[in-house]
């Protein structure tokens, strides 16, 4: 088989590249072009480049760069910045991953007459037979699980896509490039967004490209004015740090940011609770077939979040998550990665908090 492996620079995609040349598929190496400025961190700085070209010389592969700059700041960046503007917290990596990975590149590699296109994420992607659909299921190591930012994948992707390293732990990815020799062996994982540089930081980042309006903060009643934030911009929902203590010491969360009241409300965790989070329902994807009304489901509400039980049901506005007990808010433009309670290692579908 003529495999395409997207290889970000770093040990996952190096060793996904070395068990599809090891299980003797035609592979070639590709590393996108993603971030037109300067990147520390990420997939997107120079020496990642280098470090994938160094590892397809050592497997003895071809290794291509493929510029895809204009679609990621049309695509990613650009709405990254909106979102925060509009005091959303949008997910980069997943919005990465639904315009430029599994869809451009994918595309890409189909014109280029490839038959598959791999990546290093710690997911795997269970083949239907006699008719019955793909899986995305979650990977073997629940520690570095991808599942939640591949949430967005419908079965015309899974059909196209190989995950190699899925059914390996960490320690065994890197086990295996140590073996291999690959120089990317004991490089750290990638942590943080990779077109905004660590010396720089997202208020920077933002503060050039939107205003940043200075904000009250209020409490849960909306009646006491606790003090003010340099840039609601940069609030999150649910966000804990940099916010007093209540008078009897219990911590204080985001409820709510309001743009154009330039309000924050906070209040204690039993104060922000909700039962239900909204979906925008423009955003809604299936990786089967769509759920009906009242399904049950096991959400996960962030990348690292606790998997918590709740039913879809359907509403005017749009479709709304239940849950059975409180849970923490979330953060408008965050994904909401949706399992079979059946089996919950299996990816049903996704959408992102209104």
């Known amino acids: 088989m003529k495999v395409l492996v997207a290889m970000s620079g770093g040990v996952d995609s190096s060793v996904a590249a070395a068990c599809l040349v090891a299980q003797g598929h035609e592979v070639l190496g590709a590393t996108l072009k ?69 869809d451009r590149l994918l595309e890409r590699s189909d014109r280029l007459g490839f038959d598959a296109l791999a990546t290093g994420h710690h997911a795997r992607v269970l083949r239907g037979t006699g008719g019955r659909p793909h899986e995305l299921r979650r990977g073997a190591d629940p520690d570095k699980d991808q599942s939640y930012v591949l949430s967005m994948l419908g079965q015309h992707q899974l059909a196209r896509v190989l995950l190699p390293i899925g059914g390996l732990t960490k320690a065994a990815v890197r086990a295996r490039a140590a073996e291999l020799g690959l120089r990317t062996a004991a490089k750290p994982d990638s942590q943080d967004v990779c077109f905004i540089r660590s010396d720089v930081g997202r208020a920077s980042f933002l503060g050039e490209r939107v205003e940043l309006h200075r904000a009250s903060v209020v409490d849960a009643s909306g009646t006491e004015e606790l003090g003010a934030v340099d840039a609601l911009e940069l609030v999150t929902v649910g966000q804990r740090r940099g916010f007093a203590r ?81 849970v923490r808010p979330v953060a408008p433009g965050q994904t909401v990665a949706l399992y079979d309670p059946a089996d919950p290692d299996v990816v049903v579908g996704s959408g992102i908090a209104a």
């Not at 509009?86 to 997910?91: C, S, V």
């Not at 010491?249 to 906070?266: A, F, I, L, M, Q």
């Open 34 to 102: 993603l971030w037109g400025g300067s990147s520390d961190s990420g997939c997107c700085s120079v020496g990642d480049v280098d470090d994938a070209r160094r590892v397809a010389q050592q497997l003895g592969i071809a290794h291509y760069v493929f510029d895809m700059t204009e679609a990621f700041e049309r695509s990613v960046v650009g709405p990254y910045v909106a979102a925060h503007a509009a005091a959303k917290t949008p997910n980069p990596c997943i919005e990465c991953n639904r315009h430029i990975k599994f």
């Open 246 to 326: 209540a008078p009897d010491g219990r911590r204080r969360y985001v409820k709510s940011v309001d743009p154009v009241g330039r309000t924050v409300t906070v209040g204690t965790a039993e104060e922000v609770a909700t039962l239900a989070v909204a979906l925008d329902p423009g955003s809604i994807t299936w990786t089967h077939l769509p759920l009906d009304d009242g399904a049950a489901v096991v959400a996960q509400l962030s990348a690292h979040g606790r998997p918590t039980a709740a039913r879809l049901i359907g509403g005017a506005d749009g479709p709304v998550l239940r849950f059975g007990a409180p």
